[in-house]
């Protein structure tokens, strides 16, 4: 999942965005580009759960 944050954004805003989408949605944070004019662009991945075996 790739998300655009404007360079406008204040940072604290930034940064509830991407811990609501790591809580709610199971992602993490995978690459961060910062932009010359101040934007960055998110690209965030599904966590993987590993599930161990009961047997």
């Given at each position: 999942?790739?998300?655009?944050?404007?360079?406008?954004?204040?940072?604290?805003?930034a940064r509830q965005l991407l811990t609501e989408h790591a809580e709610y949605g199971q992602w993490e944070l995978a690459r961060v580009r910062v932009h010359p004019d101040g934007s960055r662009h998110v690209r965030l991945r599904r966590k993987v759960i590993r599930v161990r075996s009961t047997l």
């Open positions: 999942m790739d998300i655009f944050i404007p360079r406008d954004l204040t940072r604290e805003a």
